[in-house]
Each structure stands twice: as C-alpha cells, then as structure tokens.
Nanobody, 114 residues
Framework: QVQLVESGGGLVQPGGSLRLSCAASRSILSTDFMGWYRQVPGRERELVAVITRGGGTGYADFVEGRFTISRHSVENKVDLQMNNLKPEDTAVYYC????????WGQGTQVTVSS
C-alpha cells in the first residue's frame, strides 16, 4: 500500500501560480504512473497530468502548456507546477498512484479568483 498526501493548494488570483506536491509513503519508482486529477462539485474527476515510470509525461488539452508535472524519486513526491492560472482551474486537485491498485490522496483545494 501507499499513502498519498497533497499540499500546496490555496487561493490565487488569475494569472498567478501554485505548486502542488504529492508526498508518497513509499518509493514511487515502482508505480506504473502517477498523476494529478481535479474535480469540481457535480462533475466527474478529470485528468490533469500524468508521469509514467519511464518519465514520460502527458497533459489534458486544457492545460495548454501552463502546467508541468515532475517526479522527485529521492523524496518520493510528484509535483505539479501551475502557471497562468484561470478561474476555471478552480477545483480540488487529487494525486493518484497506480501500482496495479489505484491509490488516491485526500485532495487539496485550488481556488482561482480575484
């Protein structure tokens, strides 16, 4: 098993930046992939970004080059750098680890508002 703890959410103005971090309780090198997802009330959870075991990355179309996912294997964490944030990025952001079994963190709230 692995426990995931997200941090770094908060309130930011449009155009601002946040860096989310997902800390894992064990090595992440064995994961098939890790990813960031987001969810707003009344809508399904959606993919934001993923990073594979081999280091490949993928992003949702709405990211449009504004976000960067990165893996820090020594610290067992995966970060999501978010720049040029928009009000529509407001959501609870969740970290996911896939090791044949899916693990989720508890989520961190991101609010983009002036």
């Amino acid at each position: 098993q692995v426990q995931l703890v997200e941090s770094g959410g908060g309130l930011v103005q449009p155009g601002g930046s946040l860096r989310l971090s997902c800390a894992a309780s064990r090595s992440i090198l064995s994961t098939d992939f890790m990813g960031w997802y987001r969810q707003v009330p009344g809508r399904e959870r959606e993919l934001v970004a993923v990073i594979t075991r081999g280091g490949g990355t993928g992003y949702a179309d709405f990211v449009e080059g504004r976000f960067t996912i990165s893996r820090h294997s020594v610290e067992n964490k995966v970060d999501l750098q978010m720049n040029n944030l928009k009000p529509e990025d407001t959501a609870v952001y969740y970290c996911r680890a896939e090791l044949g079994t899916t693990y989720w963190g508890q989520g961190t709230q991101v609010t983009v508002s002036s």
